[in-house]
């Protein structure tokens, strides 16, 4: 009956931490492929992001297809970032734990190529961005003072680290429809993947189970992405120094293959140890909702100064599992603990004639989207940045911009700051 109770206990803990997803702090598990947004273009994000009305280098290929019709010379453009992200995170009344992690990955890279014509412009882009970035490491330590989890009363020693992003592979065009309007499209072939591994140790140092010592959990969750789909794109100038811009994303099946492995290993008060492993796979997908955006950009100080802003919804509550990841998930999950989201974007760029250079700050403001934890502050950053052309051929950017947030569930608190850095080259001739 003994060694019974203990396998049962075993198994509880297994199912308890599989549910979870992450064992402390954590009622339902937020998404990973759904937010995140990370950012495109050293100039783009010098100005915040800010781009849909400006729209005049390879990245417009992502953020507004219509914007291509105003290139006007052959582009090939390639850019690096680099992020840094810290986490703090404590228990209320407890210690706090740091985690740190920092990666140099490919942004975006691709060419334009634009065709002769008698009036207006056209021309297609084809290339790679890199929207998505999941790489985040998070530490708790200390006596988890909860009272509902299987945790609770133990001294928990748990690091959760995710690595990986999502790419689009994209086609699109860009063609002047008329001497004011511009209208353009893409197709977009998303591909990515993510890898979250769970180490977790707790130890019953207030004895408050009559057998158990300590247990460690450990688990891993690899995923692949890909999807199909595509934007359209529309730039009208209203005026001389006026430019209106709009995008509408389609959704897109992300199809994700799992495959995920647990171990559990419990130490008795008496010795004994008890070691249970089980590992599968899942298919499914993830259906993603419409994108709506619009922008304005105006030029001031004779075209030296550009102001620019941009707004983004996305109502996430439209977002569906199929077939549903799990049996715990519910059909109405992402409508339950997922809210609608509106990007703020905002930038300024002067240029300097002279020179050739080009100085730029900005406003990124990222909503997170998932509800199920208490959001203290919102995810929000400050940009600055630089360019400057060389014998009106070569362009270098480079922009700076930095976030952070903080987010609390049940009794535990997570502070998090994100340093990231953009540089780009583009060739025009």
């Known amino acids: 009956m003994r060694k019974l109770m203990r396998t049962t206990v075993v198994f509880a803990m297994m199912f308890t931490c599989f549910v979870l997803g992450s064992s402390v702090g954590i009622a339902q598990v937020e998404e990973i492929a759904i937010g995140n947004t990370f950012g495109l273009g050293a100039r783009t994000m010098g100005m915040g992001g800010a781009f849909l009305a400006v729209a005049d280098d390879f990245t417009t290929l992502y953020w507004n297809p219509a914007g291509l019709a105003q290139i006007r010379k052959f582009e090939l453009y390639g850019s690096l970032s680099h992020s840094e992200r810290s986490a703090e995170t404590g228990f209320i009344r407890g210690r706090t734990a740091e985690a740190n992690g920092s990666k140099t990955r490919p942004n975006s890279m691709g060419l334009v190529y634009p065709l002769y014509v008698t009036r207006g412009g056209f021309a297609f882009a084809l290339g790679y961005n890199r929207p998505q970035n999941f790489d985040s490491e998070i530490a708790i330590r200390g006596v988890d003072p909860s009272s509902d989890s299987v945790f609770s009363g133990l001294d928990v020693d748990e690091t959760t680290a995710n690595n990986g992003g999502i790419g689009i592979w994209s086609l699109g065009a860009g063609v002047f429809i008329s001497d004011s309007i511009l209208l353009g499209g893409s197709i977009d072939f998303w591909h990515g993947s993510s890898f979250n591994e769970l180490n977790s140790a707790a130890d ?110 996305t109502d996430w509550t439209q977002t569906e599992y199929n077939p549903l990841p799990a049996e715990d998930v519910s059909e109405n999950n992402f409508d339950r603990f997922y809210d609608s989201t509106i990007q703020i974007r905002a930038g300024a760029e002067y240029r300097i004639p002279a020179i050739e250079t080009s100085i730029r700050v900005g406003y990124f403001l990222d909503p997170i989207p998932f509800q199920d934890k208490e959001i203290d502050n919102n995810r929000d950053f400050l940009t600055i940045g630089i360019g400057k052309i060389f014998d ?37 001739y």
């Open 204 to 313: 019953d140092i207030n004895n408050i189970d009559a057998d158990i010592d300590n247990f460690i959990f450990h688990d891993t969750v690899d995923r692949e992405y890909s999807g199909l789909s595509g934007r359209i794109g529309v730039l009208a100038f209203a005026g001389e120094n006026v430019t209106l811009g709009g995008t509408v994303t389609l959704p897109v099946d992300l199809e994700v293959s799992e495959v995920w492995e647990q171990q559990t290993t419990v130490r008795f008060d008496d010795g004994d140890e008890s070691f249970e492993s089980e590992a599968g796979s899942l298919l499914f997908d993830i259906e993603r909702p419409f994108e709506f955006g619009g922008g304005v950009a105006i030029k001031l100080l004779e075209k030296r100064l550009t102001l620019a802003g941009d707004v983004q919804f």
């Open 392 to 428: 009106e051929i070569i362009k270098f950017d480079i922009a700076y911009m930095r976030g952070s947030w903080e987010q609390s569930s049940n009794s535990l608190t997570e502070n998090q700051t994100s340093n990231r850095v953009f540089a780009s080259v583009g060739y025009r």
